[in-house]
């Protein structure tokens, strides 16, 4: 299956570089334009050529060390590829809607939540080859055929795998209390850093002082969920302390609905006009 979906798609991208870049003149907001050409007739089954048709678009942005492609994939859930590895964010809702894409070599899973620890999608995804980093919390409630194949680091703490650096940024709920559905601790929000281009996922959280003291972010994923998390004025004024390049609102679904992430881009943008509001549809997939 994999194979008949690699060769049905061809993706072109077009690269805009400056010629001799400063090492930090690397533009994270370059956008590369990817067109997807369809070759052949009855080559694939209806459901996989679905999940494509559904998938949102993915976004390439240049780093000193290769190309960094970020792929919504459905609430909470993303892939990044980078330097040949691919890199699975909290895995949800099944493998179907990872279809066509790469194995991962790393999963980063944030909470014990079924839409972030998900077993029956871990179970489902071909794994074999792949490192997890996690919560203590998630070590703790994760299959025990997963436990070799596990790195647990808590608040604070950072690791290095396949080149890339990643810090563990605490998430949870406010005001801190035992009853709170995200207590501190027990979840991470993740930096990772790919050659000097730093991408914060925030996983459940509201707009915490850890959050809005961040620093020199290029790429944010922020969430915003009531009753869950935070709402869009929260995560606004957040995003605005912090400062990140560019910031996708992600994980916005919540009680009654969805969040208004039209509303969200409004008041960033209101607010700092810099800041690029990249709204992606992270409910499109339905498999």
Known sequence: MKFLITNLFLFTSVYIFS???????????????AENSLEGEGAIVQDSLKVFEQRPEPDVYPTKKGTLTVRPILHGTLVL???NHTI?????????????????????????????LNQK?????????SKFIVPQAVADKISENYRDRLIIIKNGE???LMGIKIKAIPMYNLPENDSSKHTKGRGNGYILNFSGTKVYISGDTEDIKEMRELKKIDIAFVCMNLPYTMDINQAASAVLDFKPKIVYPYHYRGKPGLSDIEAFKELVNKGNPSIIVKLRDWYAVKP
């Not at 010629?19 to 334009?33: C, F, G, K, L, W």
């Open 158 to 160: 950072e690791t290095t």
């Open 88 to 116: 699975y964010i909290d895995p949800y809702d099944s493998a179907k809607v990872f279809e066509g894409l790469k194995t991962p070599n790393l999963i980063l899973i944030t909470d014990i939540h079924g839409d972030h």
């Open 81 to 83: 590829e980078w330097n």
């Open 121 to 129: 999608t871990l179970d489902d995804l071909n794994t074999k080859n």
């Open 19 to 33: 010629q001799s870049p400063a090492p930090d003149a690397y533009s994270i907001t370059s956008e590369i334009v």
